[in-house]
């Protein structure tokens, strides 16, 4: 039987200059996701917050590295479909109810649709993401993982959002995603819409997102709202190089995240 335990490294890679999580307090909700103890959750995530730490970095420090370390024990078989399948559940309910507590910004007068992968795990970063989105003064729309390609295009025909994020595409549904995106493309008549891919195949896969015809990836949630607002002379310059498609000018210009 798996023991819950969260490995830390693991943690501050994804964002080390977030206000750091106790271990224990990760362990803790791991162990109670992974048995389905709902209670459990609730009180670790009210801990938390009565502690100090604000509603987004519990989104960002806390639920999302466990739902990542979760999708990593269930594709390695360390834990069964049950285990992914509440743990993903409980999360995406704690979720739910911190949405409200999150800051809200001044309008930014952008706008954003997100659709994911058919998956609890996928719909839950994809609406994190959306809610971070929403925070930050982005208008956003939600699709979720149960449109097709020809309702998405269809979609963003009448909403014409500045960014299209495709979210937890696993690597059977990589050609699917190349589809839409060629078919965007194929139209031309969103010419200024970025089109971002986050997680999933494209997390695990280096370069395949840029492979597949995407402008942009987003490790993260907080990436996704970084990268998305800022233009290429302003993208700060990191550890990890991503390259960004500038297709108005056909040119490739190199940017980095930090």
């Known amino acids: 039987m798996y023991v819950a335990q969260f490995d830390m490294k693991q943690k501050t890679s994804i964002n080390e200059r977030m206000t750091m999580i106790k271990e224990a307090t990760l362990e803790r909700y791991l162990k109670a996701l992974l048995s389905g103890d709902r209670m459990m959750c ?80 996928a719909e839950l970063g994809g609406q994190m993401t959306n809610d971070l989105f929403e925070s930050d003064g982005w208008e956003t729309r939600f699709l979720g993982g149960t449109v097709n390609n020809d309702d998405i295009l269809t979609f963003i025909h009448g909403y014409a959002p500045d960014v299209l994020v495709l979210y937890g595409f696993n690597g059977k549904e990589a050609p699917a995603v190349r589809e839409l995106i060629d078919r965007i493309r194929s139209v031309n008549a969103y010419p200024n819409m970025r089109i971002m891919l986050s997680a999933g195949v494209f997390g695990r896969a280096e370069g395949l997102w840029e492979e597949i015809g995407a402008d942009l990836y987003a490790e993260t949630a907080t990436e996704a709202v970084m990268v998305a607002q800022l233009p290429v002379e302003k993208l700060p310059t990191p550890a990890r190089l991503i390259k960004q498609r500038i297709r108005a000018s056909e040119e490739t210009v190199e940017v980095a995240l930090p």
């Open 42 to 121: 609730r009180s670790v995530i009210e801990e938390t917050l009565q502690s100090g730490v604000p509603a987004h970095q519990v989104y960002m420090n806390l639920i999302w590295p466990i739902m990542v370390q979760i999708d990593k024990l269930y594709r390695d078989d360390k834990i069964d479909s049950a285990q992914e399948a509440f743990a993903s559940r409980i999360n995406r309910t704690i979720v739910n109810q911190l949405q409200n507590k999150l800051p809200r910004r001044p309008s930014k007068k952008k706008s954003v649709a997100i659709v994911t992968a058919h998956s609890d795990q």
